[in-house]
């Protein structure tokens, strides 16, 4: 019996067919295996430092209060809503002239008194600076400023003015002025009425006599005579405002009389 000879055509178009069909089989269980997790995203930057060299910004969260014994810079850029907040408090406008007064010395005297109740123009009282600081007294997340104005007008052998703003829907409203700043301001954890309390060293005629402690009282900032013992510095806290050993023109930034 003679064998049925194979088509070399037919034979040619089945390995032909069986090349195409083989990456077809041998993909299949590559394709069957579950797909490789997308990457994780990268983390959040950690949030930047709010103590920088421009001190504590107001548009970020505040701080935790600095550990004893540190020191917060001052903020040292200009800040106008706060100098017209100064300014509207330790000044009037211009006072016009009083009238002639006829030659009636009681009347005269009226107006003598009258025009010295009155605050003086800024641009009557020589030169002046400030140093401003922020920090959350009141714990409510907002902060508070806490600024002091040094020159010869703002100034005494008692101290210099202290004055505390809080922000009230964007504006300073003020909390407490203090004419007997000395340095250092030091804010502690104690707290009276939910407000962290301060210290500043106390003056007696111009000579050092202890300390004295501002404590809140629902209202305002009042001084309390802070028995110390000699020796001693008084509750450890973080100090918030200093006056250095440095010329005028140097201490924290001028205040304009005007914008």
């Not at 040619?12 to 089989?25: K, Q, S, V, Y």
């Not at 009258?114 to 959350?136: E, F, K, S």
């Not at 210099?160 to 250092?184: H, K, M, T, Y």
Request: aromatic share 4%; with cysteine.
């Amino acid at each position: 019996m003679r064998a049925e000879r194979t088509d070399p055509l037919r034979l040619f178009a089945r390995l032909r067919l069986f090349a195409l069909l083989l990456p077809i089989g041998g993909a299949g269980p590559a394709l069957a295996q579950p797909l490789a997790p997308p990457p994780l995203a990268p983390p959040a930057p950690p949030p930047r430092s709010l103590l920088g060299p421009d001190g504590p910004d107001p548009r970020d969260r505040p701080p935790p209060l600095a550990p004893p014994g540190s020191v917060i810079p001052p903020i040292n850029r200009p800040d106008p809503r706060l100098e017209a907040a100064l300014r509207a408090r330790l000044f009037a406008g211009p006072v016009a002239s009083p009238p002639a007064a006829a030659g009636d010395p009681d009347q005269t005297e009226w107006e003598q008194a009258r025009a010295t109740a009155q605050r003086p123009v800024c641009a009557d009282v020589g030169p002046l600076r400030y140093l401003h600081n922020r920090v959350d007294l009141d714990g409510d997340g907002r902060l508070e400023t806490v600024a002091v104005v040094v020159g010869s007008y703002a100034c005494s052998s008692g101290g210099c003015s202290l004055l505390i703003f809080r922000d009230n829907d964007g504006s300073l409203e003020l909390v407490a002025e203090n004419g007997l700043f000395q340095s250092p301001l030091t804010v502690i954890s104690n707290r009276h009425r939910g407000w962290l309390d301060l210290t500043m060293p106390a003056s007696l005629h111009g000579a050092p006599d202890g300390l004295k402690e501002l404590r809140f009282d629902g209202r305002t900032y009042r001084p309390v005579p802070l028995p110390v013992a000699d020796g001693t510095a008084g509750p450890p806290g973080t100090v918030l405002l200093e006056l250095l050993p440095l010329p005028f023109e140097r201490l924290g930034q001028p205040l304009p009389c005007g914008p």
